[in-house]
C-alpha cells in the first residue's frame, strides 16, 4: 500500500514538473518577428525562364539518323534560362541573386524565396528580373513608392499575367 502511493505520488510530481515545463516554454522566451521600427521585405515567385534557344529545323541527314518515332522536322530545347533578380531601396541594392532552373535538364521553373527587413518610413522600391539569357540586363522592372509601417510585410512576386513585377 506505501509503495503503490508512494509510486503514483512520484507520477503526479513528474507530471506536474512537466506541464510546468510545457507552461512556461509556451509563452517564454518572447519571440520578436522584427525589431521595433522594421517591416518586412518578402521575395517569392516560381517562375520558368525562356527557352535558352529558339528551334531549328533539322537537316534530311539528321532526320535519316533517328529512329522513325523521332523524326520531328524541328527540334526545340528543352532548358530554361535562370533567373535573375535584383532589389533596390532608395537606389542602394539589397538583394542580387541568380536562380537556377529546376530539373535534371533545366527545364523546370526556377523557384525564389527570400526575407530582408527593412526600416519602416518613405522608401522607393525598384525590382528588376531577367528570365532571358539572351537579353542583356533586365527585361522586366517595377517600382513603387511606398509608405512602410512597422510590422508591415511587403511582398515581391513574379506573375506574367499581371505584367510581370508585382510588389503589394
Do not use: W
Not at 99 to 118: K, N, T, V
Not at 149 to 161: E, S, T
Amino acid at each position: 500500500m506505501a509503495n503503490t502511493v508512494l509510486r503514483y505520488g512520484g507520477q503526479a510530481i513528474l507530471y506536474l514538473l512537466f506541464a510546468a515545463f510545457v507552461g512556461y516554454f509556451s509563452t517564454a522566451p518572447a519571440y520578436q518577428h522584427l525589431a521595433p521600427g522594421e517591416a518586412l521585405l518578402r521575395l517569392s515567385f516560381r517562375h520558368p525562364g525562356q527557352l535558352t534557344t529558339d528551334c531549328r529545323p533539322r537537316s534530311a541527314e539528321e532526320l535519316a539518323k533517328l529512329p522513325p518515332q523521332l523524326r520531328a522536322q524541328m527540334e526545340c530545347p528543352r532548358e530554361r534560362s535562370p533567373v535573375h533578380v535584383r532589389v533596390e531601396l532608395d537606389g542602394k541594392v539589397l538583394y542580387d541573386e541568380t536562380f537556377q532552373p529546376a530539373g535534371l535538364r533545366r527545364d523546370g521553373a526556377a523557384s525564389g524565396y527570400h526575407r530582408l527587413p527593412i526600416p519602416a518610413g518613405d522608401h522607393v522600391l525598384r525590382v528588376q528580373f531577367n528570365d532571358d539569357i539572351r537579353v542583356k540586363g533586365f527585361n522586366h522592372e517595377g517600382e513603387r513608392q511606398m509608405k512602410v509601417v512597422p510590422g508591415q510585410v511587403v511582398l515581391i512576386d513574379f506573375i506574367p499575367d499581371q505584367g510581370g513585377v508585382v510588389i503589394r
